[in-house]
């Protein structure tokens, strides 16, 4: 079985980390985003994964090098010379996608991360013998994405409404589809959007059904749904007793913490605190709802929360960092500094308090 | 005879345009940094560069295969592992600078554009037949920097005064040295500083003497002193009389424009105008005091002063940039569309006003 992997364009909202990588390589819960994606889809019996790119594919070759061999799933890029839009790139990848089997194949968008029930979409998808299924998950405010109406006892899908003002129903599309290799036939190799041209068309014809997500659901795409993204996760992770997350009397909720990272004396480390591999949390640090990358040094002492600290940066001693800072790769936040939503370009100095929140470049 | 440039860091200073190339490859006055000095050091007989860098050696690396083979000049890289400063890598390059001719050697800072009067500097050196010699530059607030002080009649160099408090004089280090090989035996392999203090001690041994630089000085490495540097340098092309300086009645002052550019009826460009290969500007539009680097489309009747327009970016109909607007590679402001001071990092849209200076990620 085949899945695309949506990756897009520049990832500018995810800046100043993607500065540094693609947004697929940005990692989430210690792993690269994308690699939650292609391990659920491994999981379920993916063969072959394409990632329907645009740029810096260089990069995301040599990523795909090592995690093919490692994960035994085949990995192709499908490049886009103009941006494509969210159906472009199906007719693009065509050739990956299709074979004799006349299988299904998943399509997903990189941003998302979720619970992937992808065995139950398989069965639903089989059950309603539509052309495609798509995956929508409950949200509190409808009115700033696309919301997906259904019929509530089959889950066929009436129509699309974009940002509706009037309440129409509380289900978006969450990005995660499975489609009949005719869908192909419908999408053109030109800039297409899936939801505005492709899908109100097979909808019509009543062969699109939307199955609802359970569990969680996030786009991560950006810091602040990122960190809200990390709690819904290790959640999820808690929910399934997960061995992976960390014990001990300095753990508060739901932390991961890498293997080879190390935690001093007198940490109070949570909730909703990842550590990636190689971290050096030295004592008395305070972490709460926040994300520190791979060979990150936290000094003495040093309090962060509701942060995302870049790879190989460091934090002072007695430092103070907190409401939605974001330090990119390589950057030194000086001893008791306070960082009130800096956000900090790569290869940077922090020697003065930042009081509020603004861009350092 | 051979130079060192030292080319160091990350360029922080010179974002977001040194987000898309290493420092010394951006534009000036539609060239590399860097090929202003390499063409410098071709015409009066070195034979090989040195490039002291420690970022991006792969992106140099391309860059002077190009170069060497069109300037035959040999070019090659000395890549520090740890920043070294600014004497450091003299060091590490030694077995490069040093043959058996027993000759001195140039040491340029990669930021500094100038006349680069180094014939002259040579006569300089061998008349005086001291260890070391070092350019200076007049400046008006020379509290800023480092003030060197010498004796008028002969140029010898008595003592650095870093950033002085009270008046000591008005002469600062140009970042252009001629060095006997017997220098090295100073430096070691080690984070070290020239000015405070490999050059303190030849001071004090009476072997270091400084000329005064005439003609212009600039050091680039900020977008405010890219600006003024560019009306110094274009001002200097005029002295020269170079048939570089564009000229028609669509043009005032000192402009300099590629040959494959285009330029529509009604323009009004200039004065201290760069604007690059294959740029299109459109009818009506009025440019001052500003870059436009390769590739970028300013359309009709829209008015830049005071910017840097990055590589393939657009500026639309009526738009406005001015004030150090700094816009990055692939960045498109949108018809009617005001910036005042707006720094756009690459790979964005900007499609609503700025009317303050700030950055845009």
Not at 112 to 138: C, D, N, Q, R, W
Request: hydrophobic letters at 40%; glycine letters at 8%; one cysteine or more.
């Amino acid at each position: 079985m085949k899945a695309l992997i949506l990756v897009g364009g520049f990832g500018t909202r995810l800046r100043p980390l993607t500065l540094s990588v693609p947004k697929p390589l940005v990692d989430f819960a210690n792993k690269p985003m994308i690699l939650h994606q292609i391990e659920a889809l491994k999981a379920i019996g993916v063969t072959e994964v394409v990632l329907a790119i645009n740029y810096q594919p260089e990069v995301m070759l040599n990523f795909l090098k090592d995690f093919e061999a490692k994960l035994e799933i085949k990995i192709t890029c499908s490049q886009e010379t103009e941006p494509l839009g969210t159906a472009g790139p199906l007719a693009l990848a065509r050739d990956k996608l299709i074979d004799e089997s006349g299988e299904p194949f998943f399509v997903l968008n990189s941003d998302v991360i979720s619970e992937y029930p992808l065995k139950e979409m398989i069965e639903f998808h089989k059950s309603h013998g539509g052309e495609a299924s798509i995956m929508v998950t409950k949200v509190d405010e409808p009115s700033k994405y696309g919301v997906v109406v259904t019929e509530e006892s089959t889950g066929k899908v009436e129509r699309f409404v974009e940002k509706p003002k009037l309440f129409v129903g509380n289900k978006i599309n969450a990005g995660i589809y499975l489609l009949n290799p005719s869908v192909l036939d419908r999408i053109q190799l030109r800039p297409t959007s899936i939801e505005k041209e492709i899908f109100p068309k097979i909808a019509a014809e009543g062969k699109l059904y939307a199955m609802v997500l359970p569990g969680f659901w996030m786009d991560i795409g950006q810091p602040k749904d990122y960190i809200t993204g990390l709690r819904l996760y290790l959640d999820s992770l808690r929910k399934k007793a997960s061995p992976k997350l960390a014990t001990g009397t300095h753990i508060i909720g739901n932390v991961l913490v890498d293997e080879s990272a190390k935690i001093g004396e007198g940490c109070l480390i949570g909730p909703d605190v990842a550590i990636g591999p190689g971290c050096v949390v030295e004592s008395g640090v305070r972490l709460s709802c926040c994300t520190v990358m791979r060979g990150v040094r936290i000094k003495k002492h040093a309090c962060i929360s509701s942060s995302i600290i870049g790879w190989h940066s460091t934090v002072g001693q007695w430092a103070r960092v907190e409401n939605m800072t974001i330090l990119g790769e390589d950057v030194h936040v000086c001893d008791e500094i306070y960082s009130n939503g800096g956000v900090v370009l790569p290869h940077k100095e922090i020697k003065s308090s930042i009081l509020k929140p603004e861009i350092v470049m």
